[in-house]
């Protein structure tokens, strides 16, 4: 494994990466920068954690509605998945505005 510096939305991250997937990885990086970064400069949205729930949220709605139409519709296994990840992002969020 490596380590490897990445940023996003200026904050910088270390993560380890195997090199059969670190092109991958950083694909994702400039996916979800780039997604942070339009989501912040539209204006309407403060917050990084708040910035980073809507970006995961587009991102999954866009890699559902790029399913392959011949593979039906996506498995309920998956959207359960998300909608607990949504859950939880939003219990986080939750929690750090009462710390403030």
């Known amino acids: 494994m490596e380590q490897i510096e990445v940023k996003i939305l200026d904050r910088d991250y ?29 204006g309407r949205i403060s917050g990084i954690d708040r910035i980073a729930v ?26 359960g998945r998300i909608k607990k990840m949504s859950d939880d992002l939003e219990a986080e969020l939750k929690r750090q505005e009462s710390l403030f």
């Open 54 to 79: 809507m970006a995961a949220l587009q991102l999954a709605h866009e890699l559902l509605g790029a399913q392959d139409p011949a593979a039906g519709t996506p498995s309920a296994q998956l959207l």
């Open 14 to 42: 270390r993560l380890a990466v195997s090199e059969d997937t670190k092109s991958r990885l950083l694909d994702a990086v400039h996916l979800v920068d780039d997604k942070m970064r339009a989501i912040r400069d539209a």
